[in-house]
């Protein structure tokens, strides 16, 4: 079983639709939980991280970690078409120095 | 320059080459990694240094080399590179290693072995 698993889509969805992109992973002592953003042909850009379990928002955009199901999810809300990118998740272990684990990407159209 | 940058931007190279990867990070981080990302597959951490000192190899080849003279230089030396080689390598860096949570990456090197 992979440390992290994420759909690789594509996702496709029209503008102004909710968007919801998930992740499982299979090792309990993850605790710090990051989405990242990529655009073609660019790098990896932080969306945002969180500690624990709990709800995360930034704008548009909600983190939520269910450690007792090994499940996160971003949510976006008001999709627009500049969203069109790969969205990574990752996480890391109980210390911070621990090596953080990627999943592969989940690829997202936003349609005008 | 702001954020992490990466030079060369596209690198085509044979199987007996050398080159090198170069990036360097303008953020005032203690901490700069190594990744290879290939299609469809999930970043693969190469290298960890912190505060100059290598941390992490991630038992990469030796064919791949990382040299890193102060905190804000990172290098990829590359010699005797296989196709399977070929792929994006991103840097990236964060506050120091026990930041790891919060990386900035640079737009990567994509490179071609032929």
């Known amino acids: 079983q992979k440390e992290v698993e994420q759909d690789p889509g594509p996702l496709s969805v029209p503008e102004g639709a909710i968007v919801s992109l998930n992740c499982t992973y299979s090792?309990?002592?993850?605790?710090?939980f990051m989405w990242y953003r990529q655009y073609s042909r660019k790098g990896p850009e932080l969306l945002m991280y969180?500690?624990?379990?709990g709800n995360k928002e930034d704008g548009r955009f909600t983190a939520q970690v269910d450690k007792s199901s090994k499940y996160i999810s971003l949510f976006i809300r008001d999709s627009q078409p500049s969203d069109s990118a790969t969205y990574l998740c990752?996480?890391?272990?109980?210390?911070?120095?621990?090596?953080?684990?990627f999943g592969p990407g989940t690829s997202l159209s936003v349609i005008p | 320059e702001t954020g992490v940058t990466q030079t060369p931007r596209h690198l085509v190279m044979g199987m007996t080459n050398k080159k090198s990867l170069k990036c360097e990070q303008h953020?005032?981080?203690?901490?700069m990694y190594w990744y290879k990302q290939s299609a469809k597959k999930p970043l693969e951490l190469m290298f960890v240094?912190?505060?100059?000192?290598?941390?992490e190899n991630n038992s990469v080849p030796s064919r791949f080399s990382p040299e890193c003279p102060n905190s804000s230089h990172l290098f990829l030396h590359l010699h005797t590179l296989q196709p399977e080689d070929s792929a994006l390598y991103l840097c990236?860096?964060?506050?120091?290693?026990?930041?790891?949570?919060?990386?900035?990456f640079g737009p990567g090197t994509r490179l071609t072995v032929t």
């Open positions: 990236a860096s964060s506050q120091d290693s026990a930041g790891g949570y919060e990386q900035y």
């Open positions: 953020l005032g981080h203690n901490a």
């Open positions: 090792n309990s002592a993850f605790q710090y």
């Open positions: 240094y912190n505060f100059k000192e290598q941390t």
């Open positions: 969180t500690y624990s379990s």
């Open positions: 990752a996480m890391s272990g109980k210390t911070s120095y621990d090596k953080v684990i």
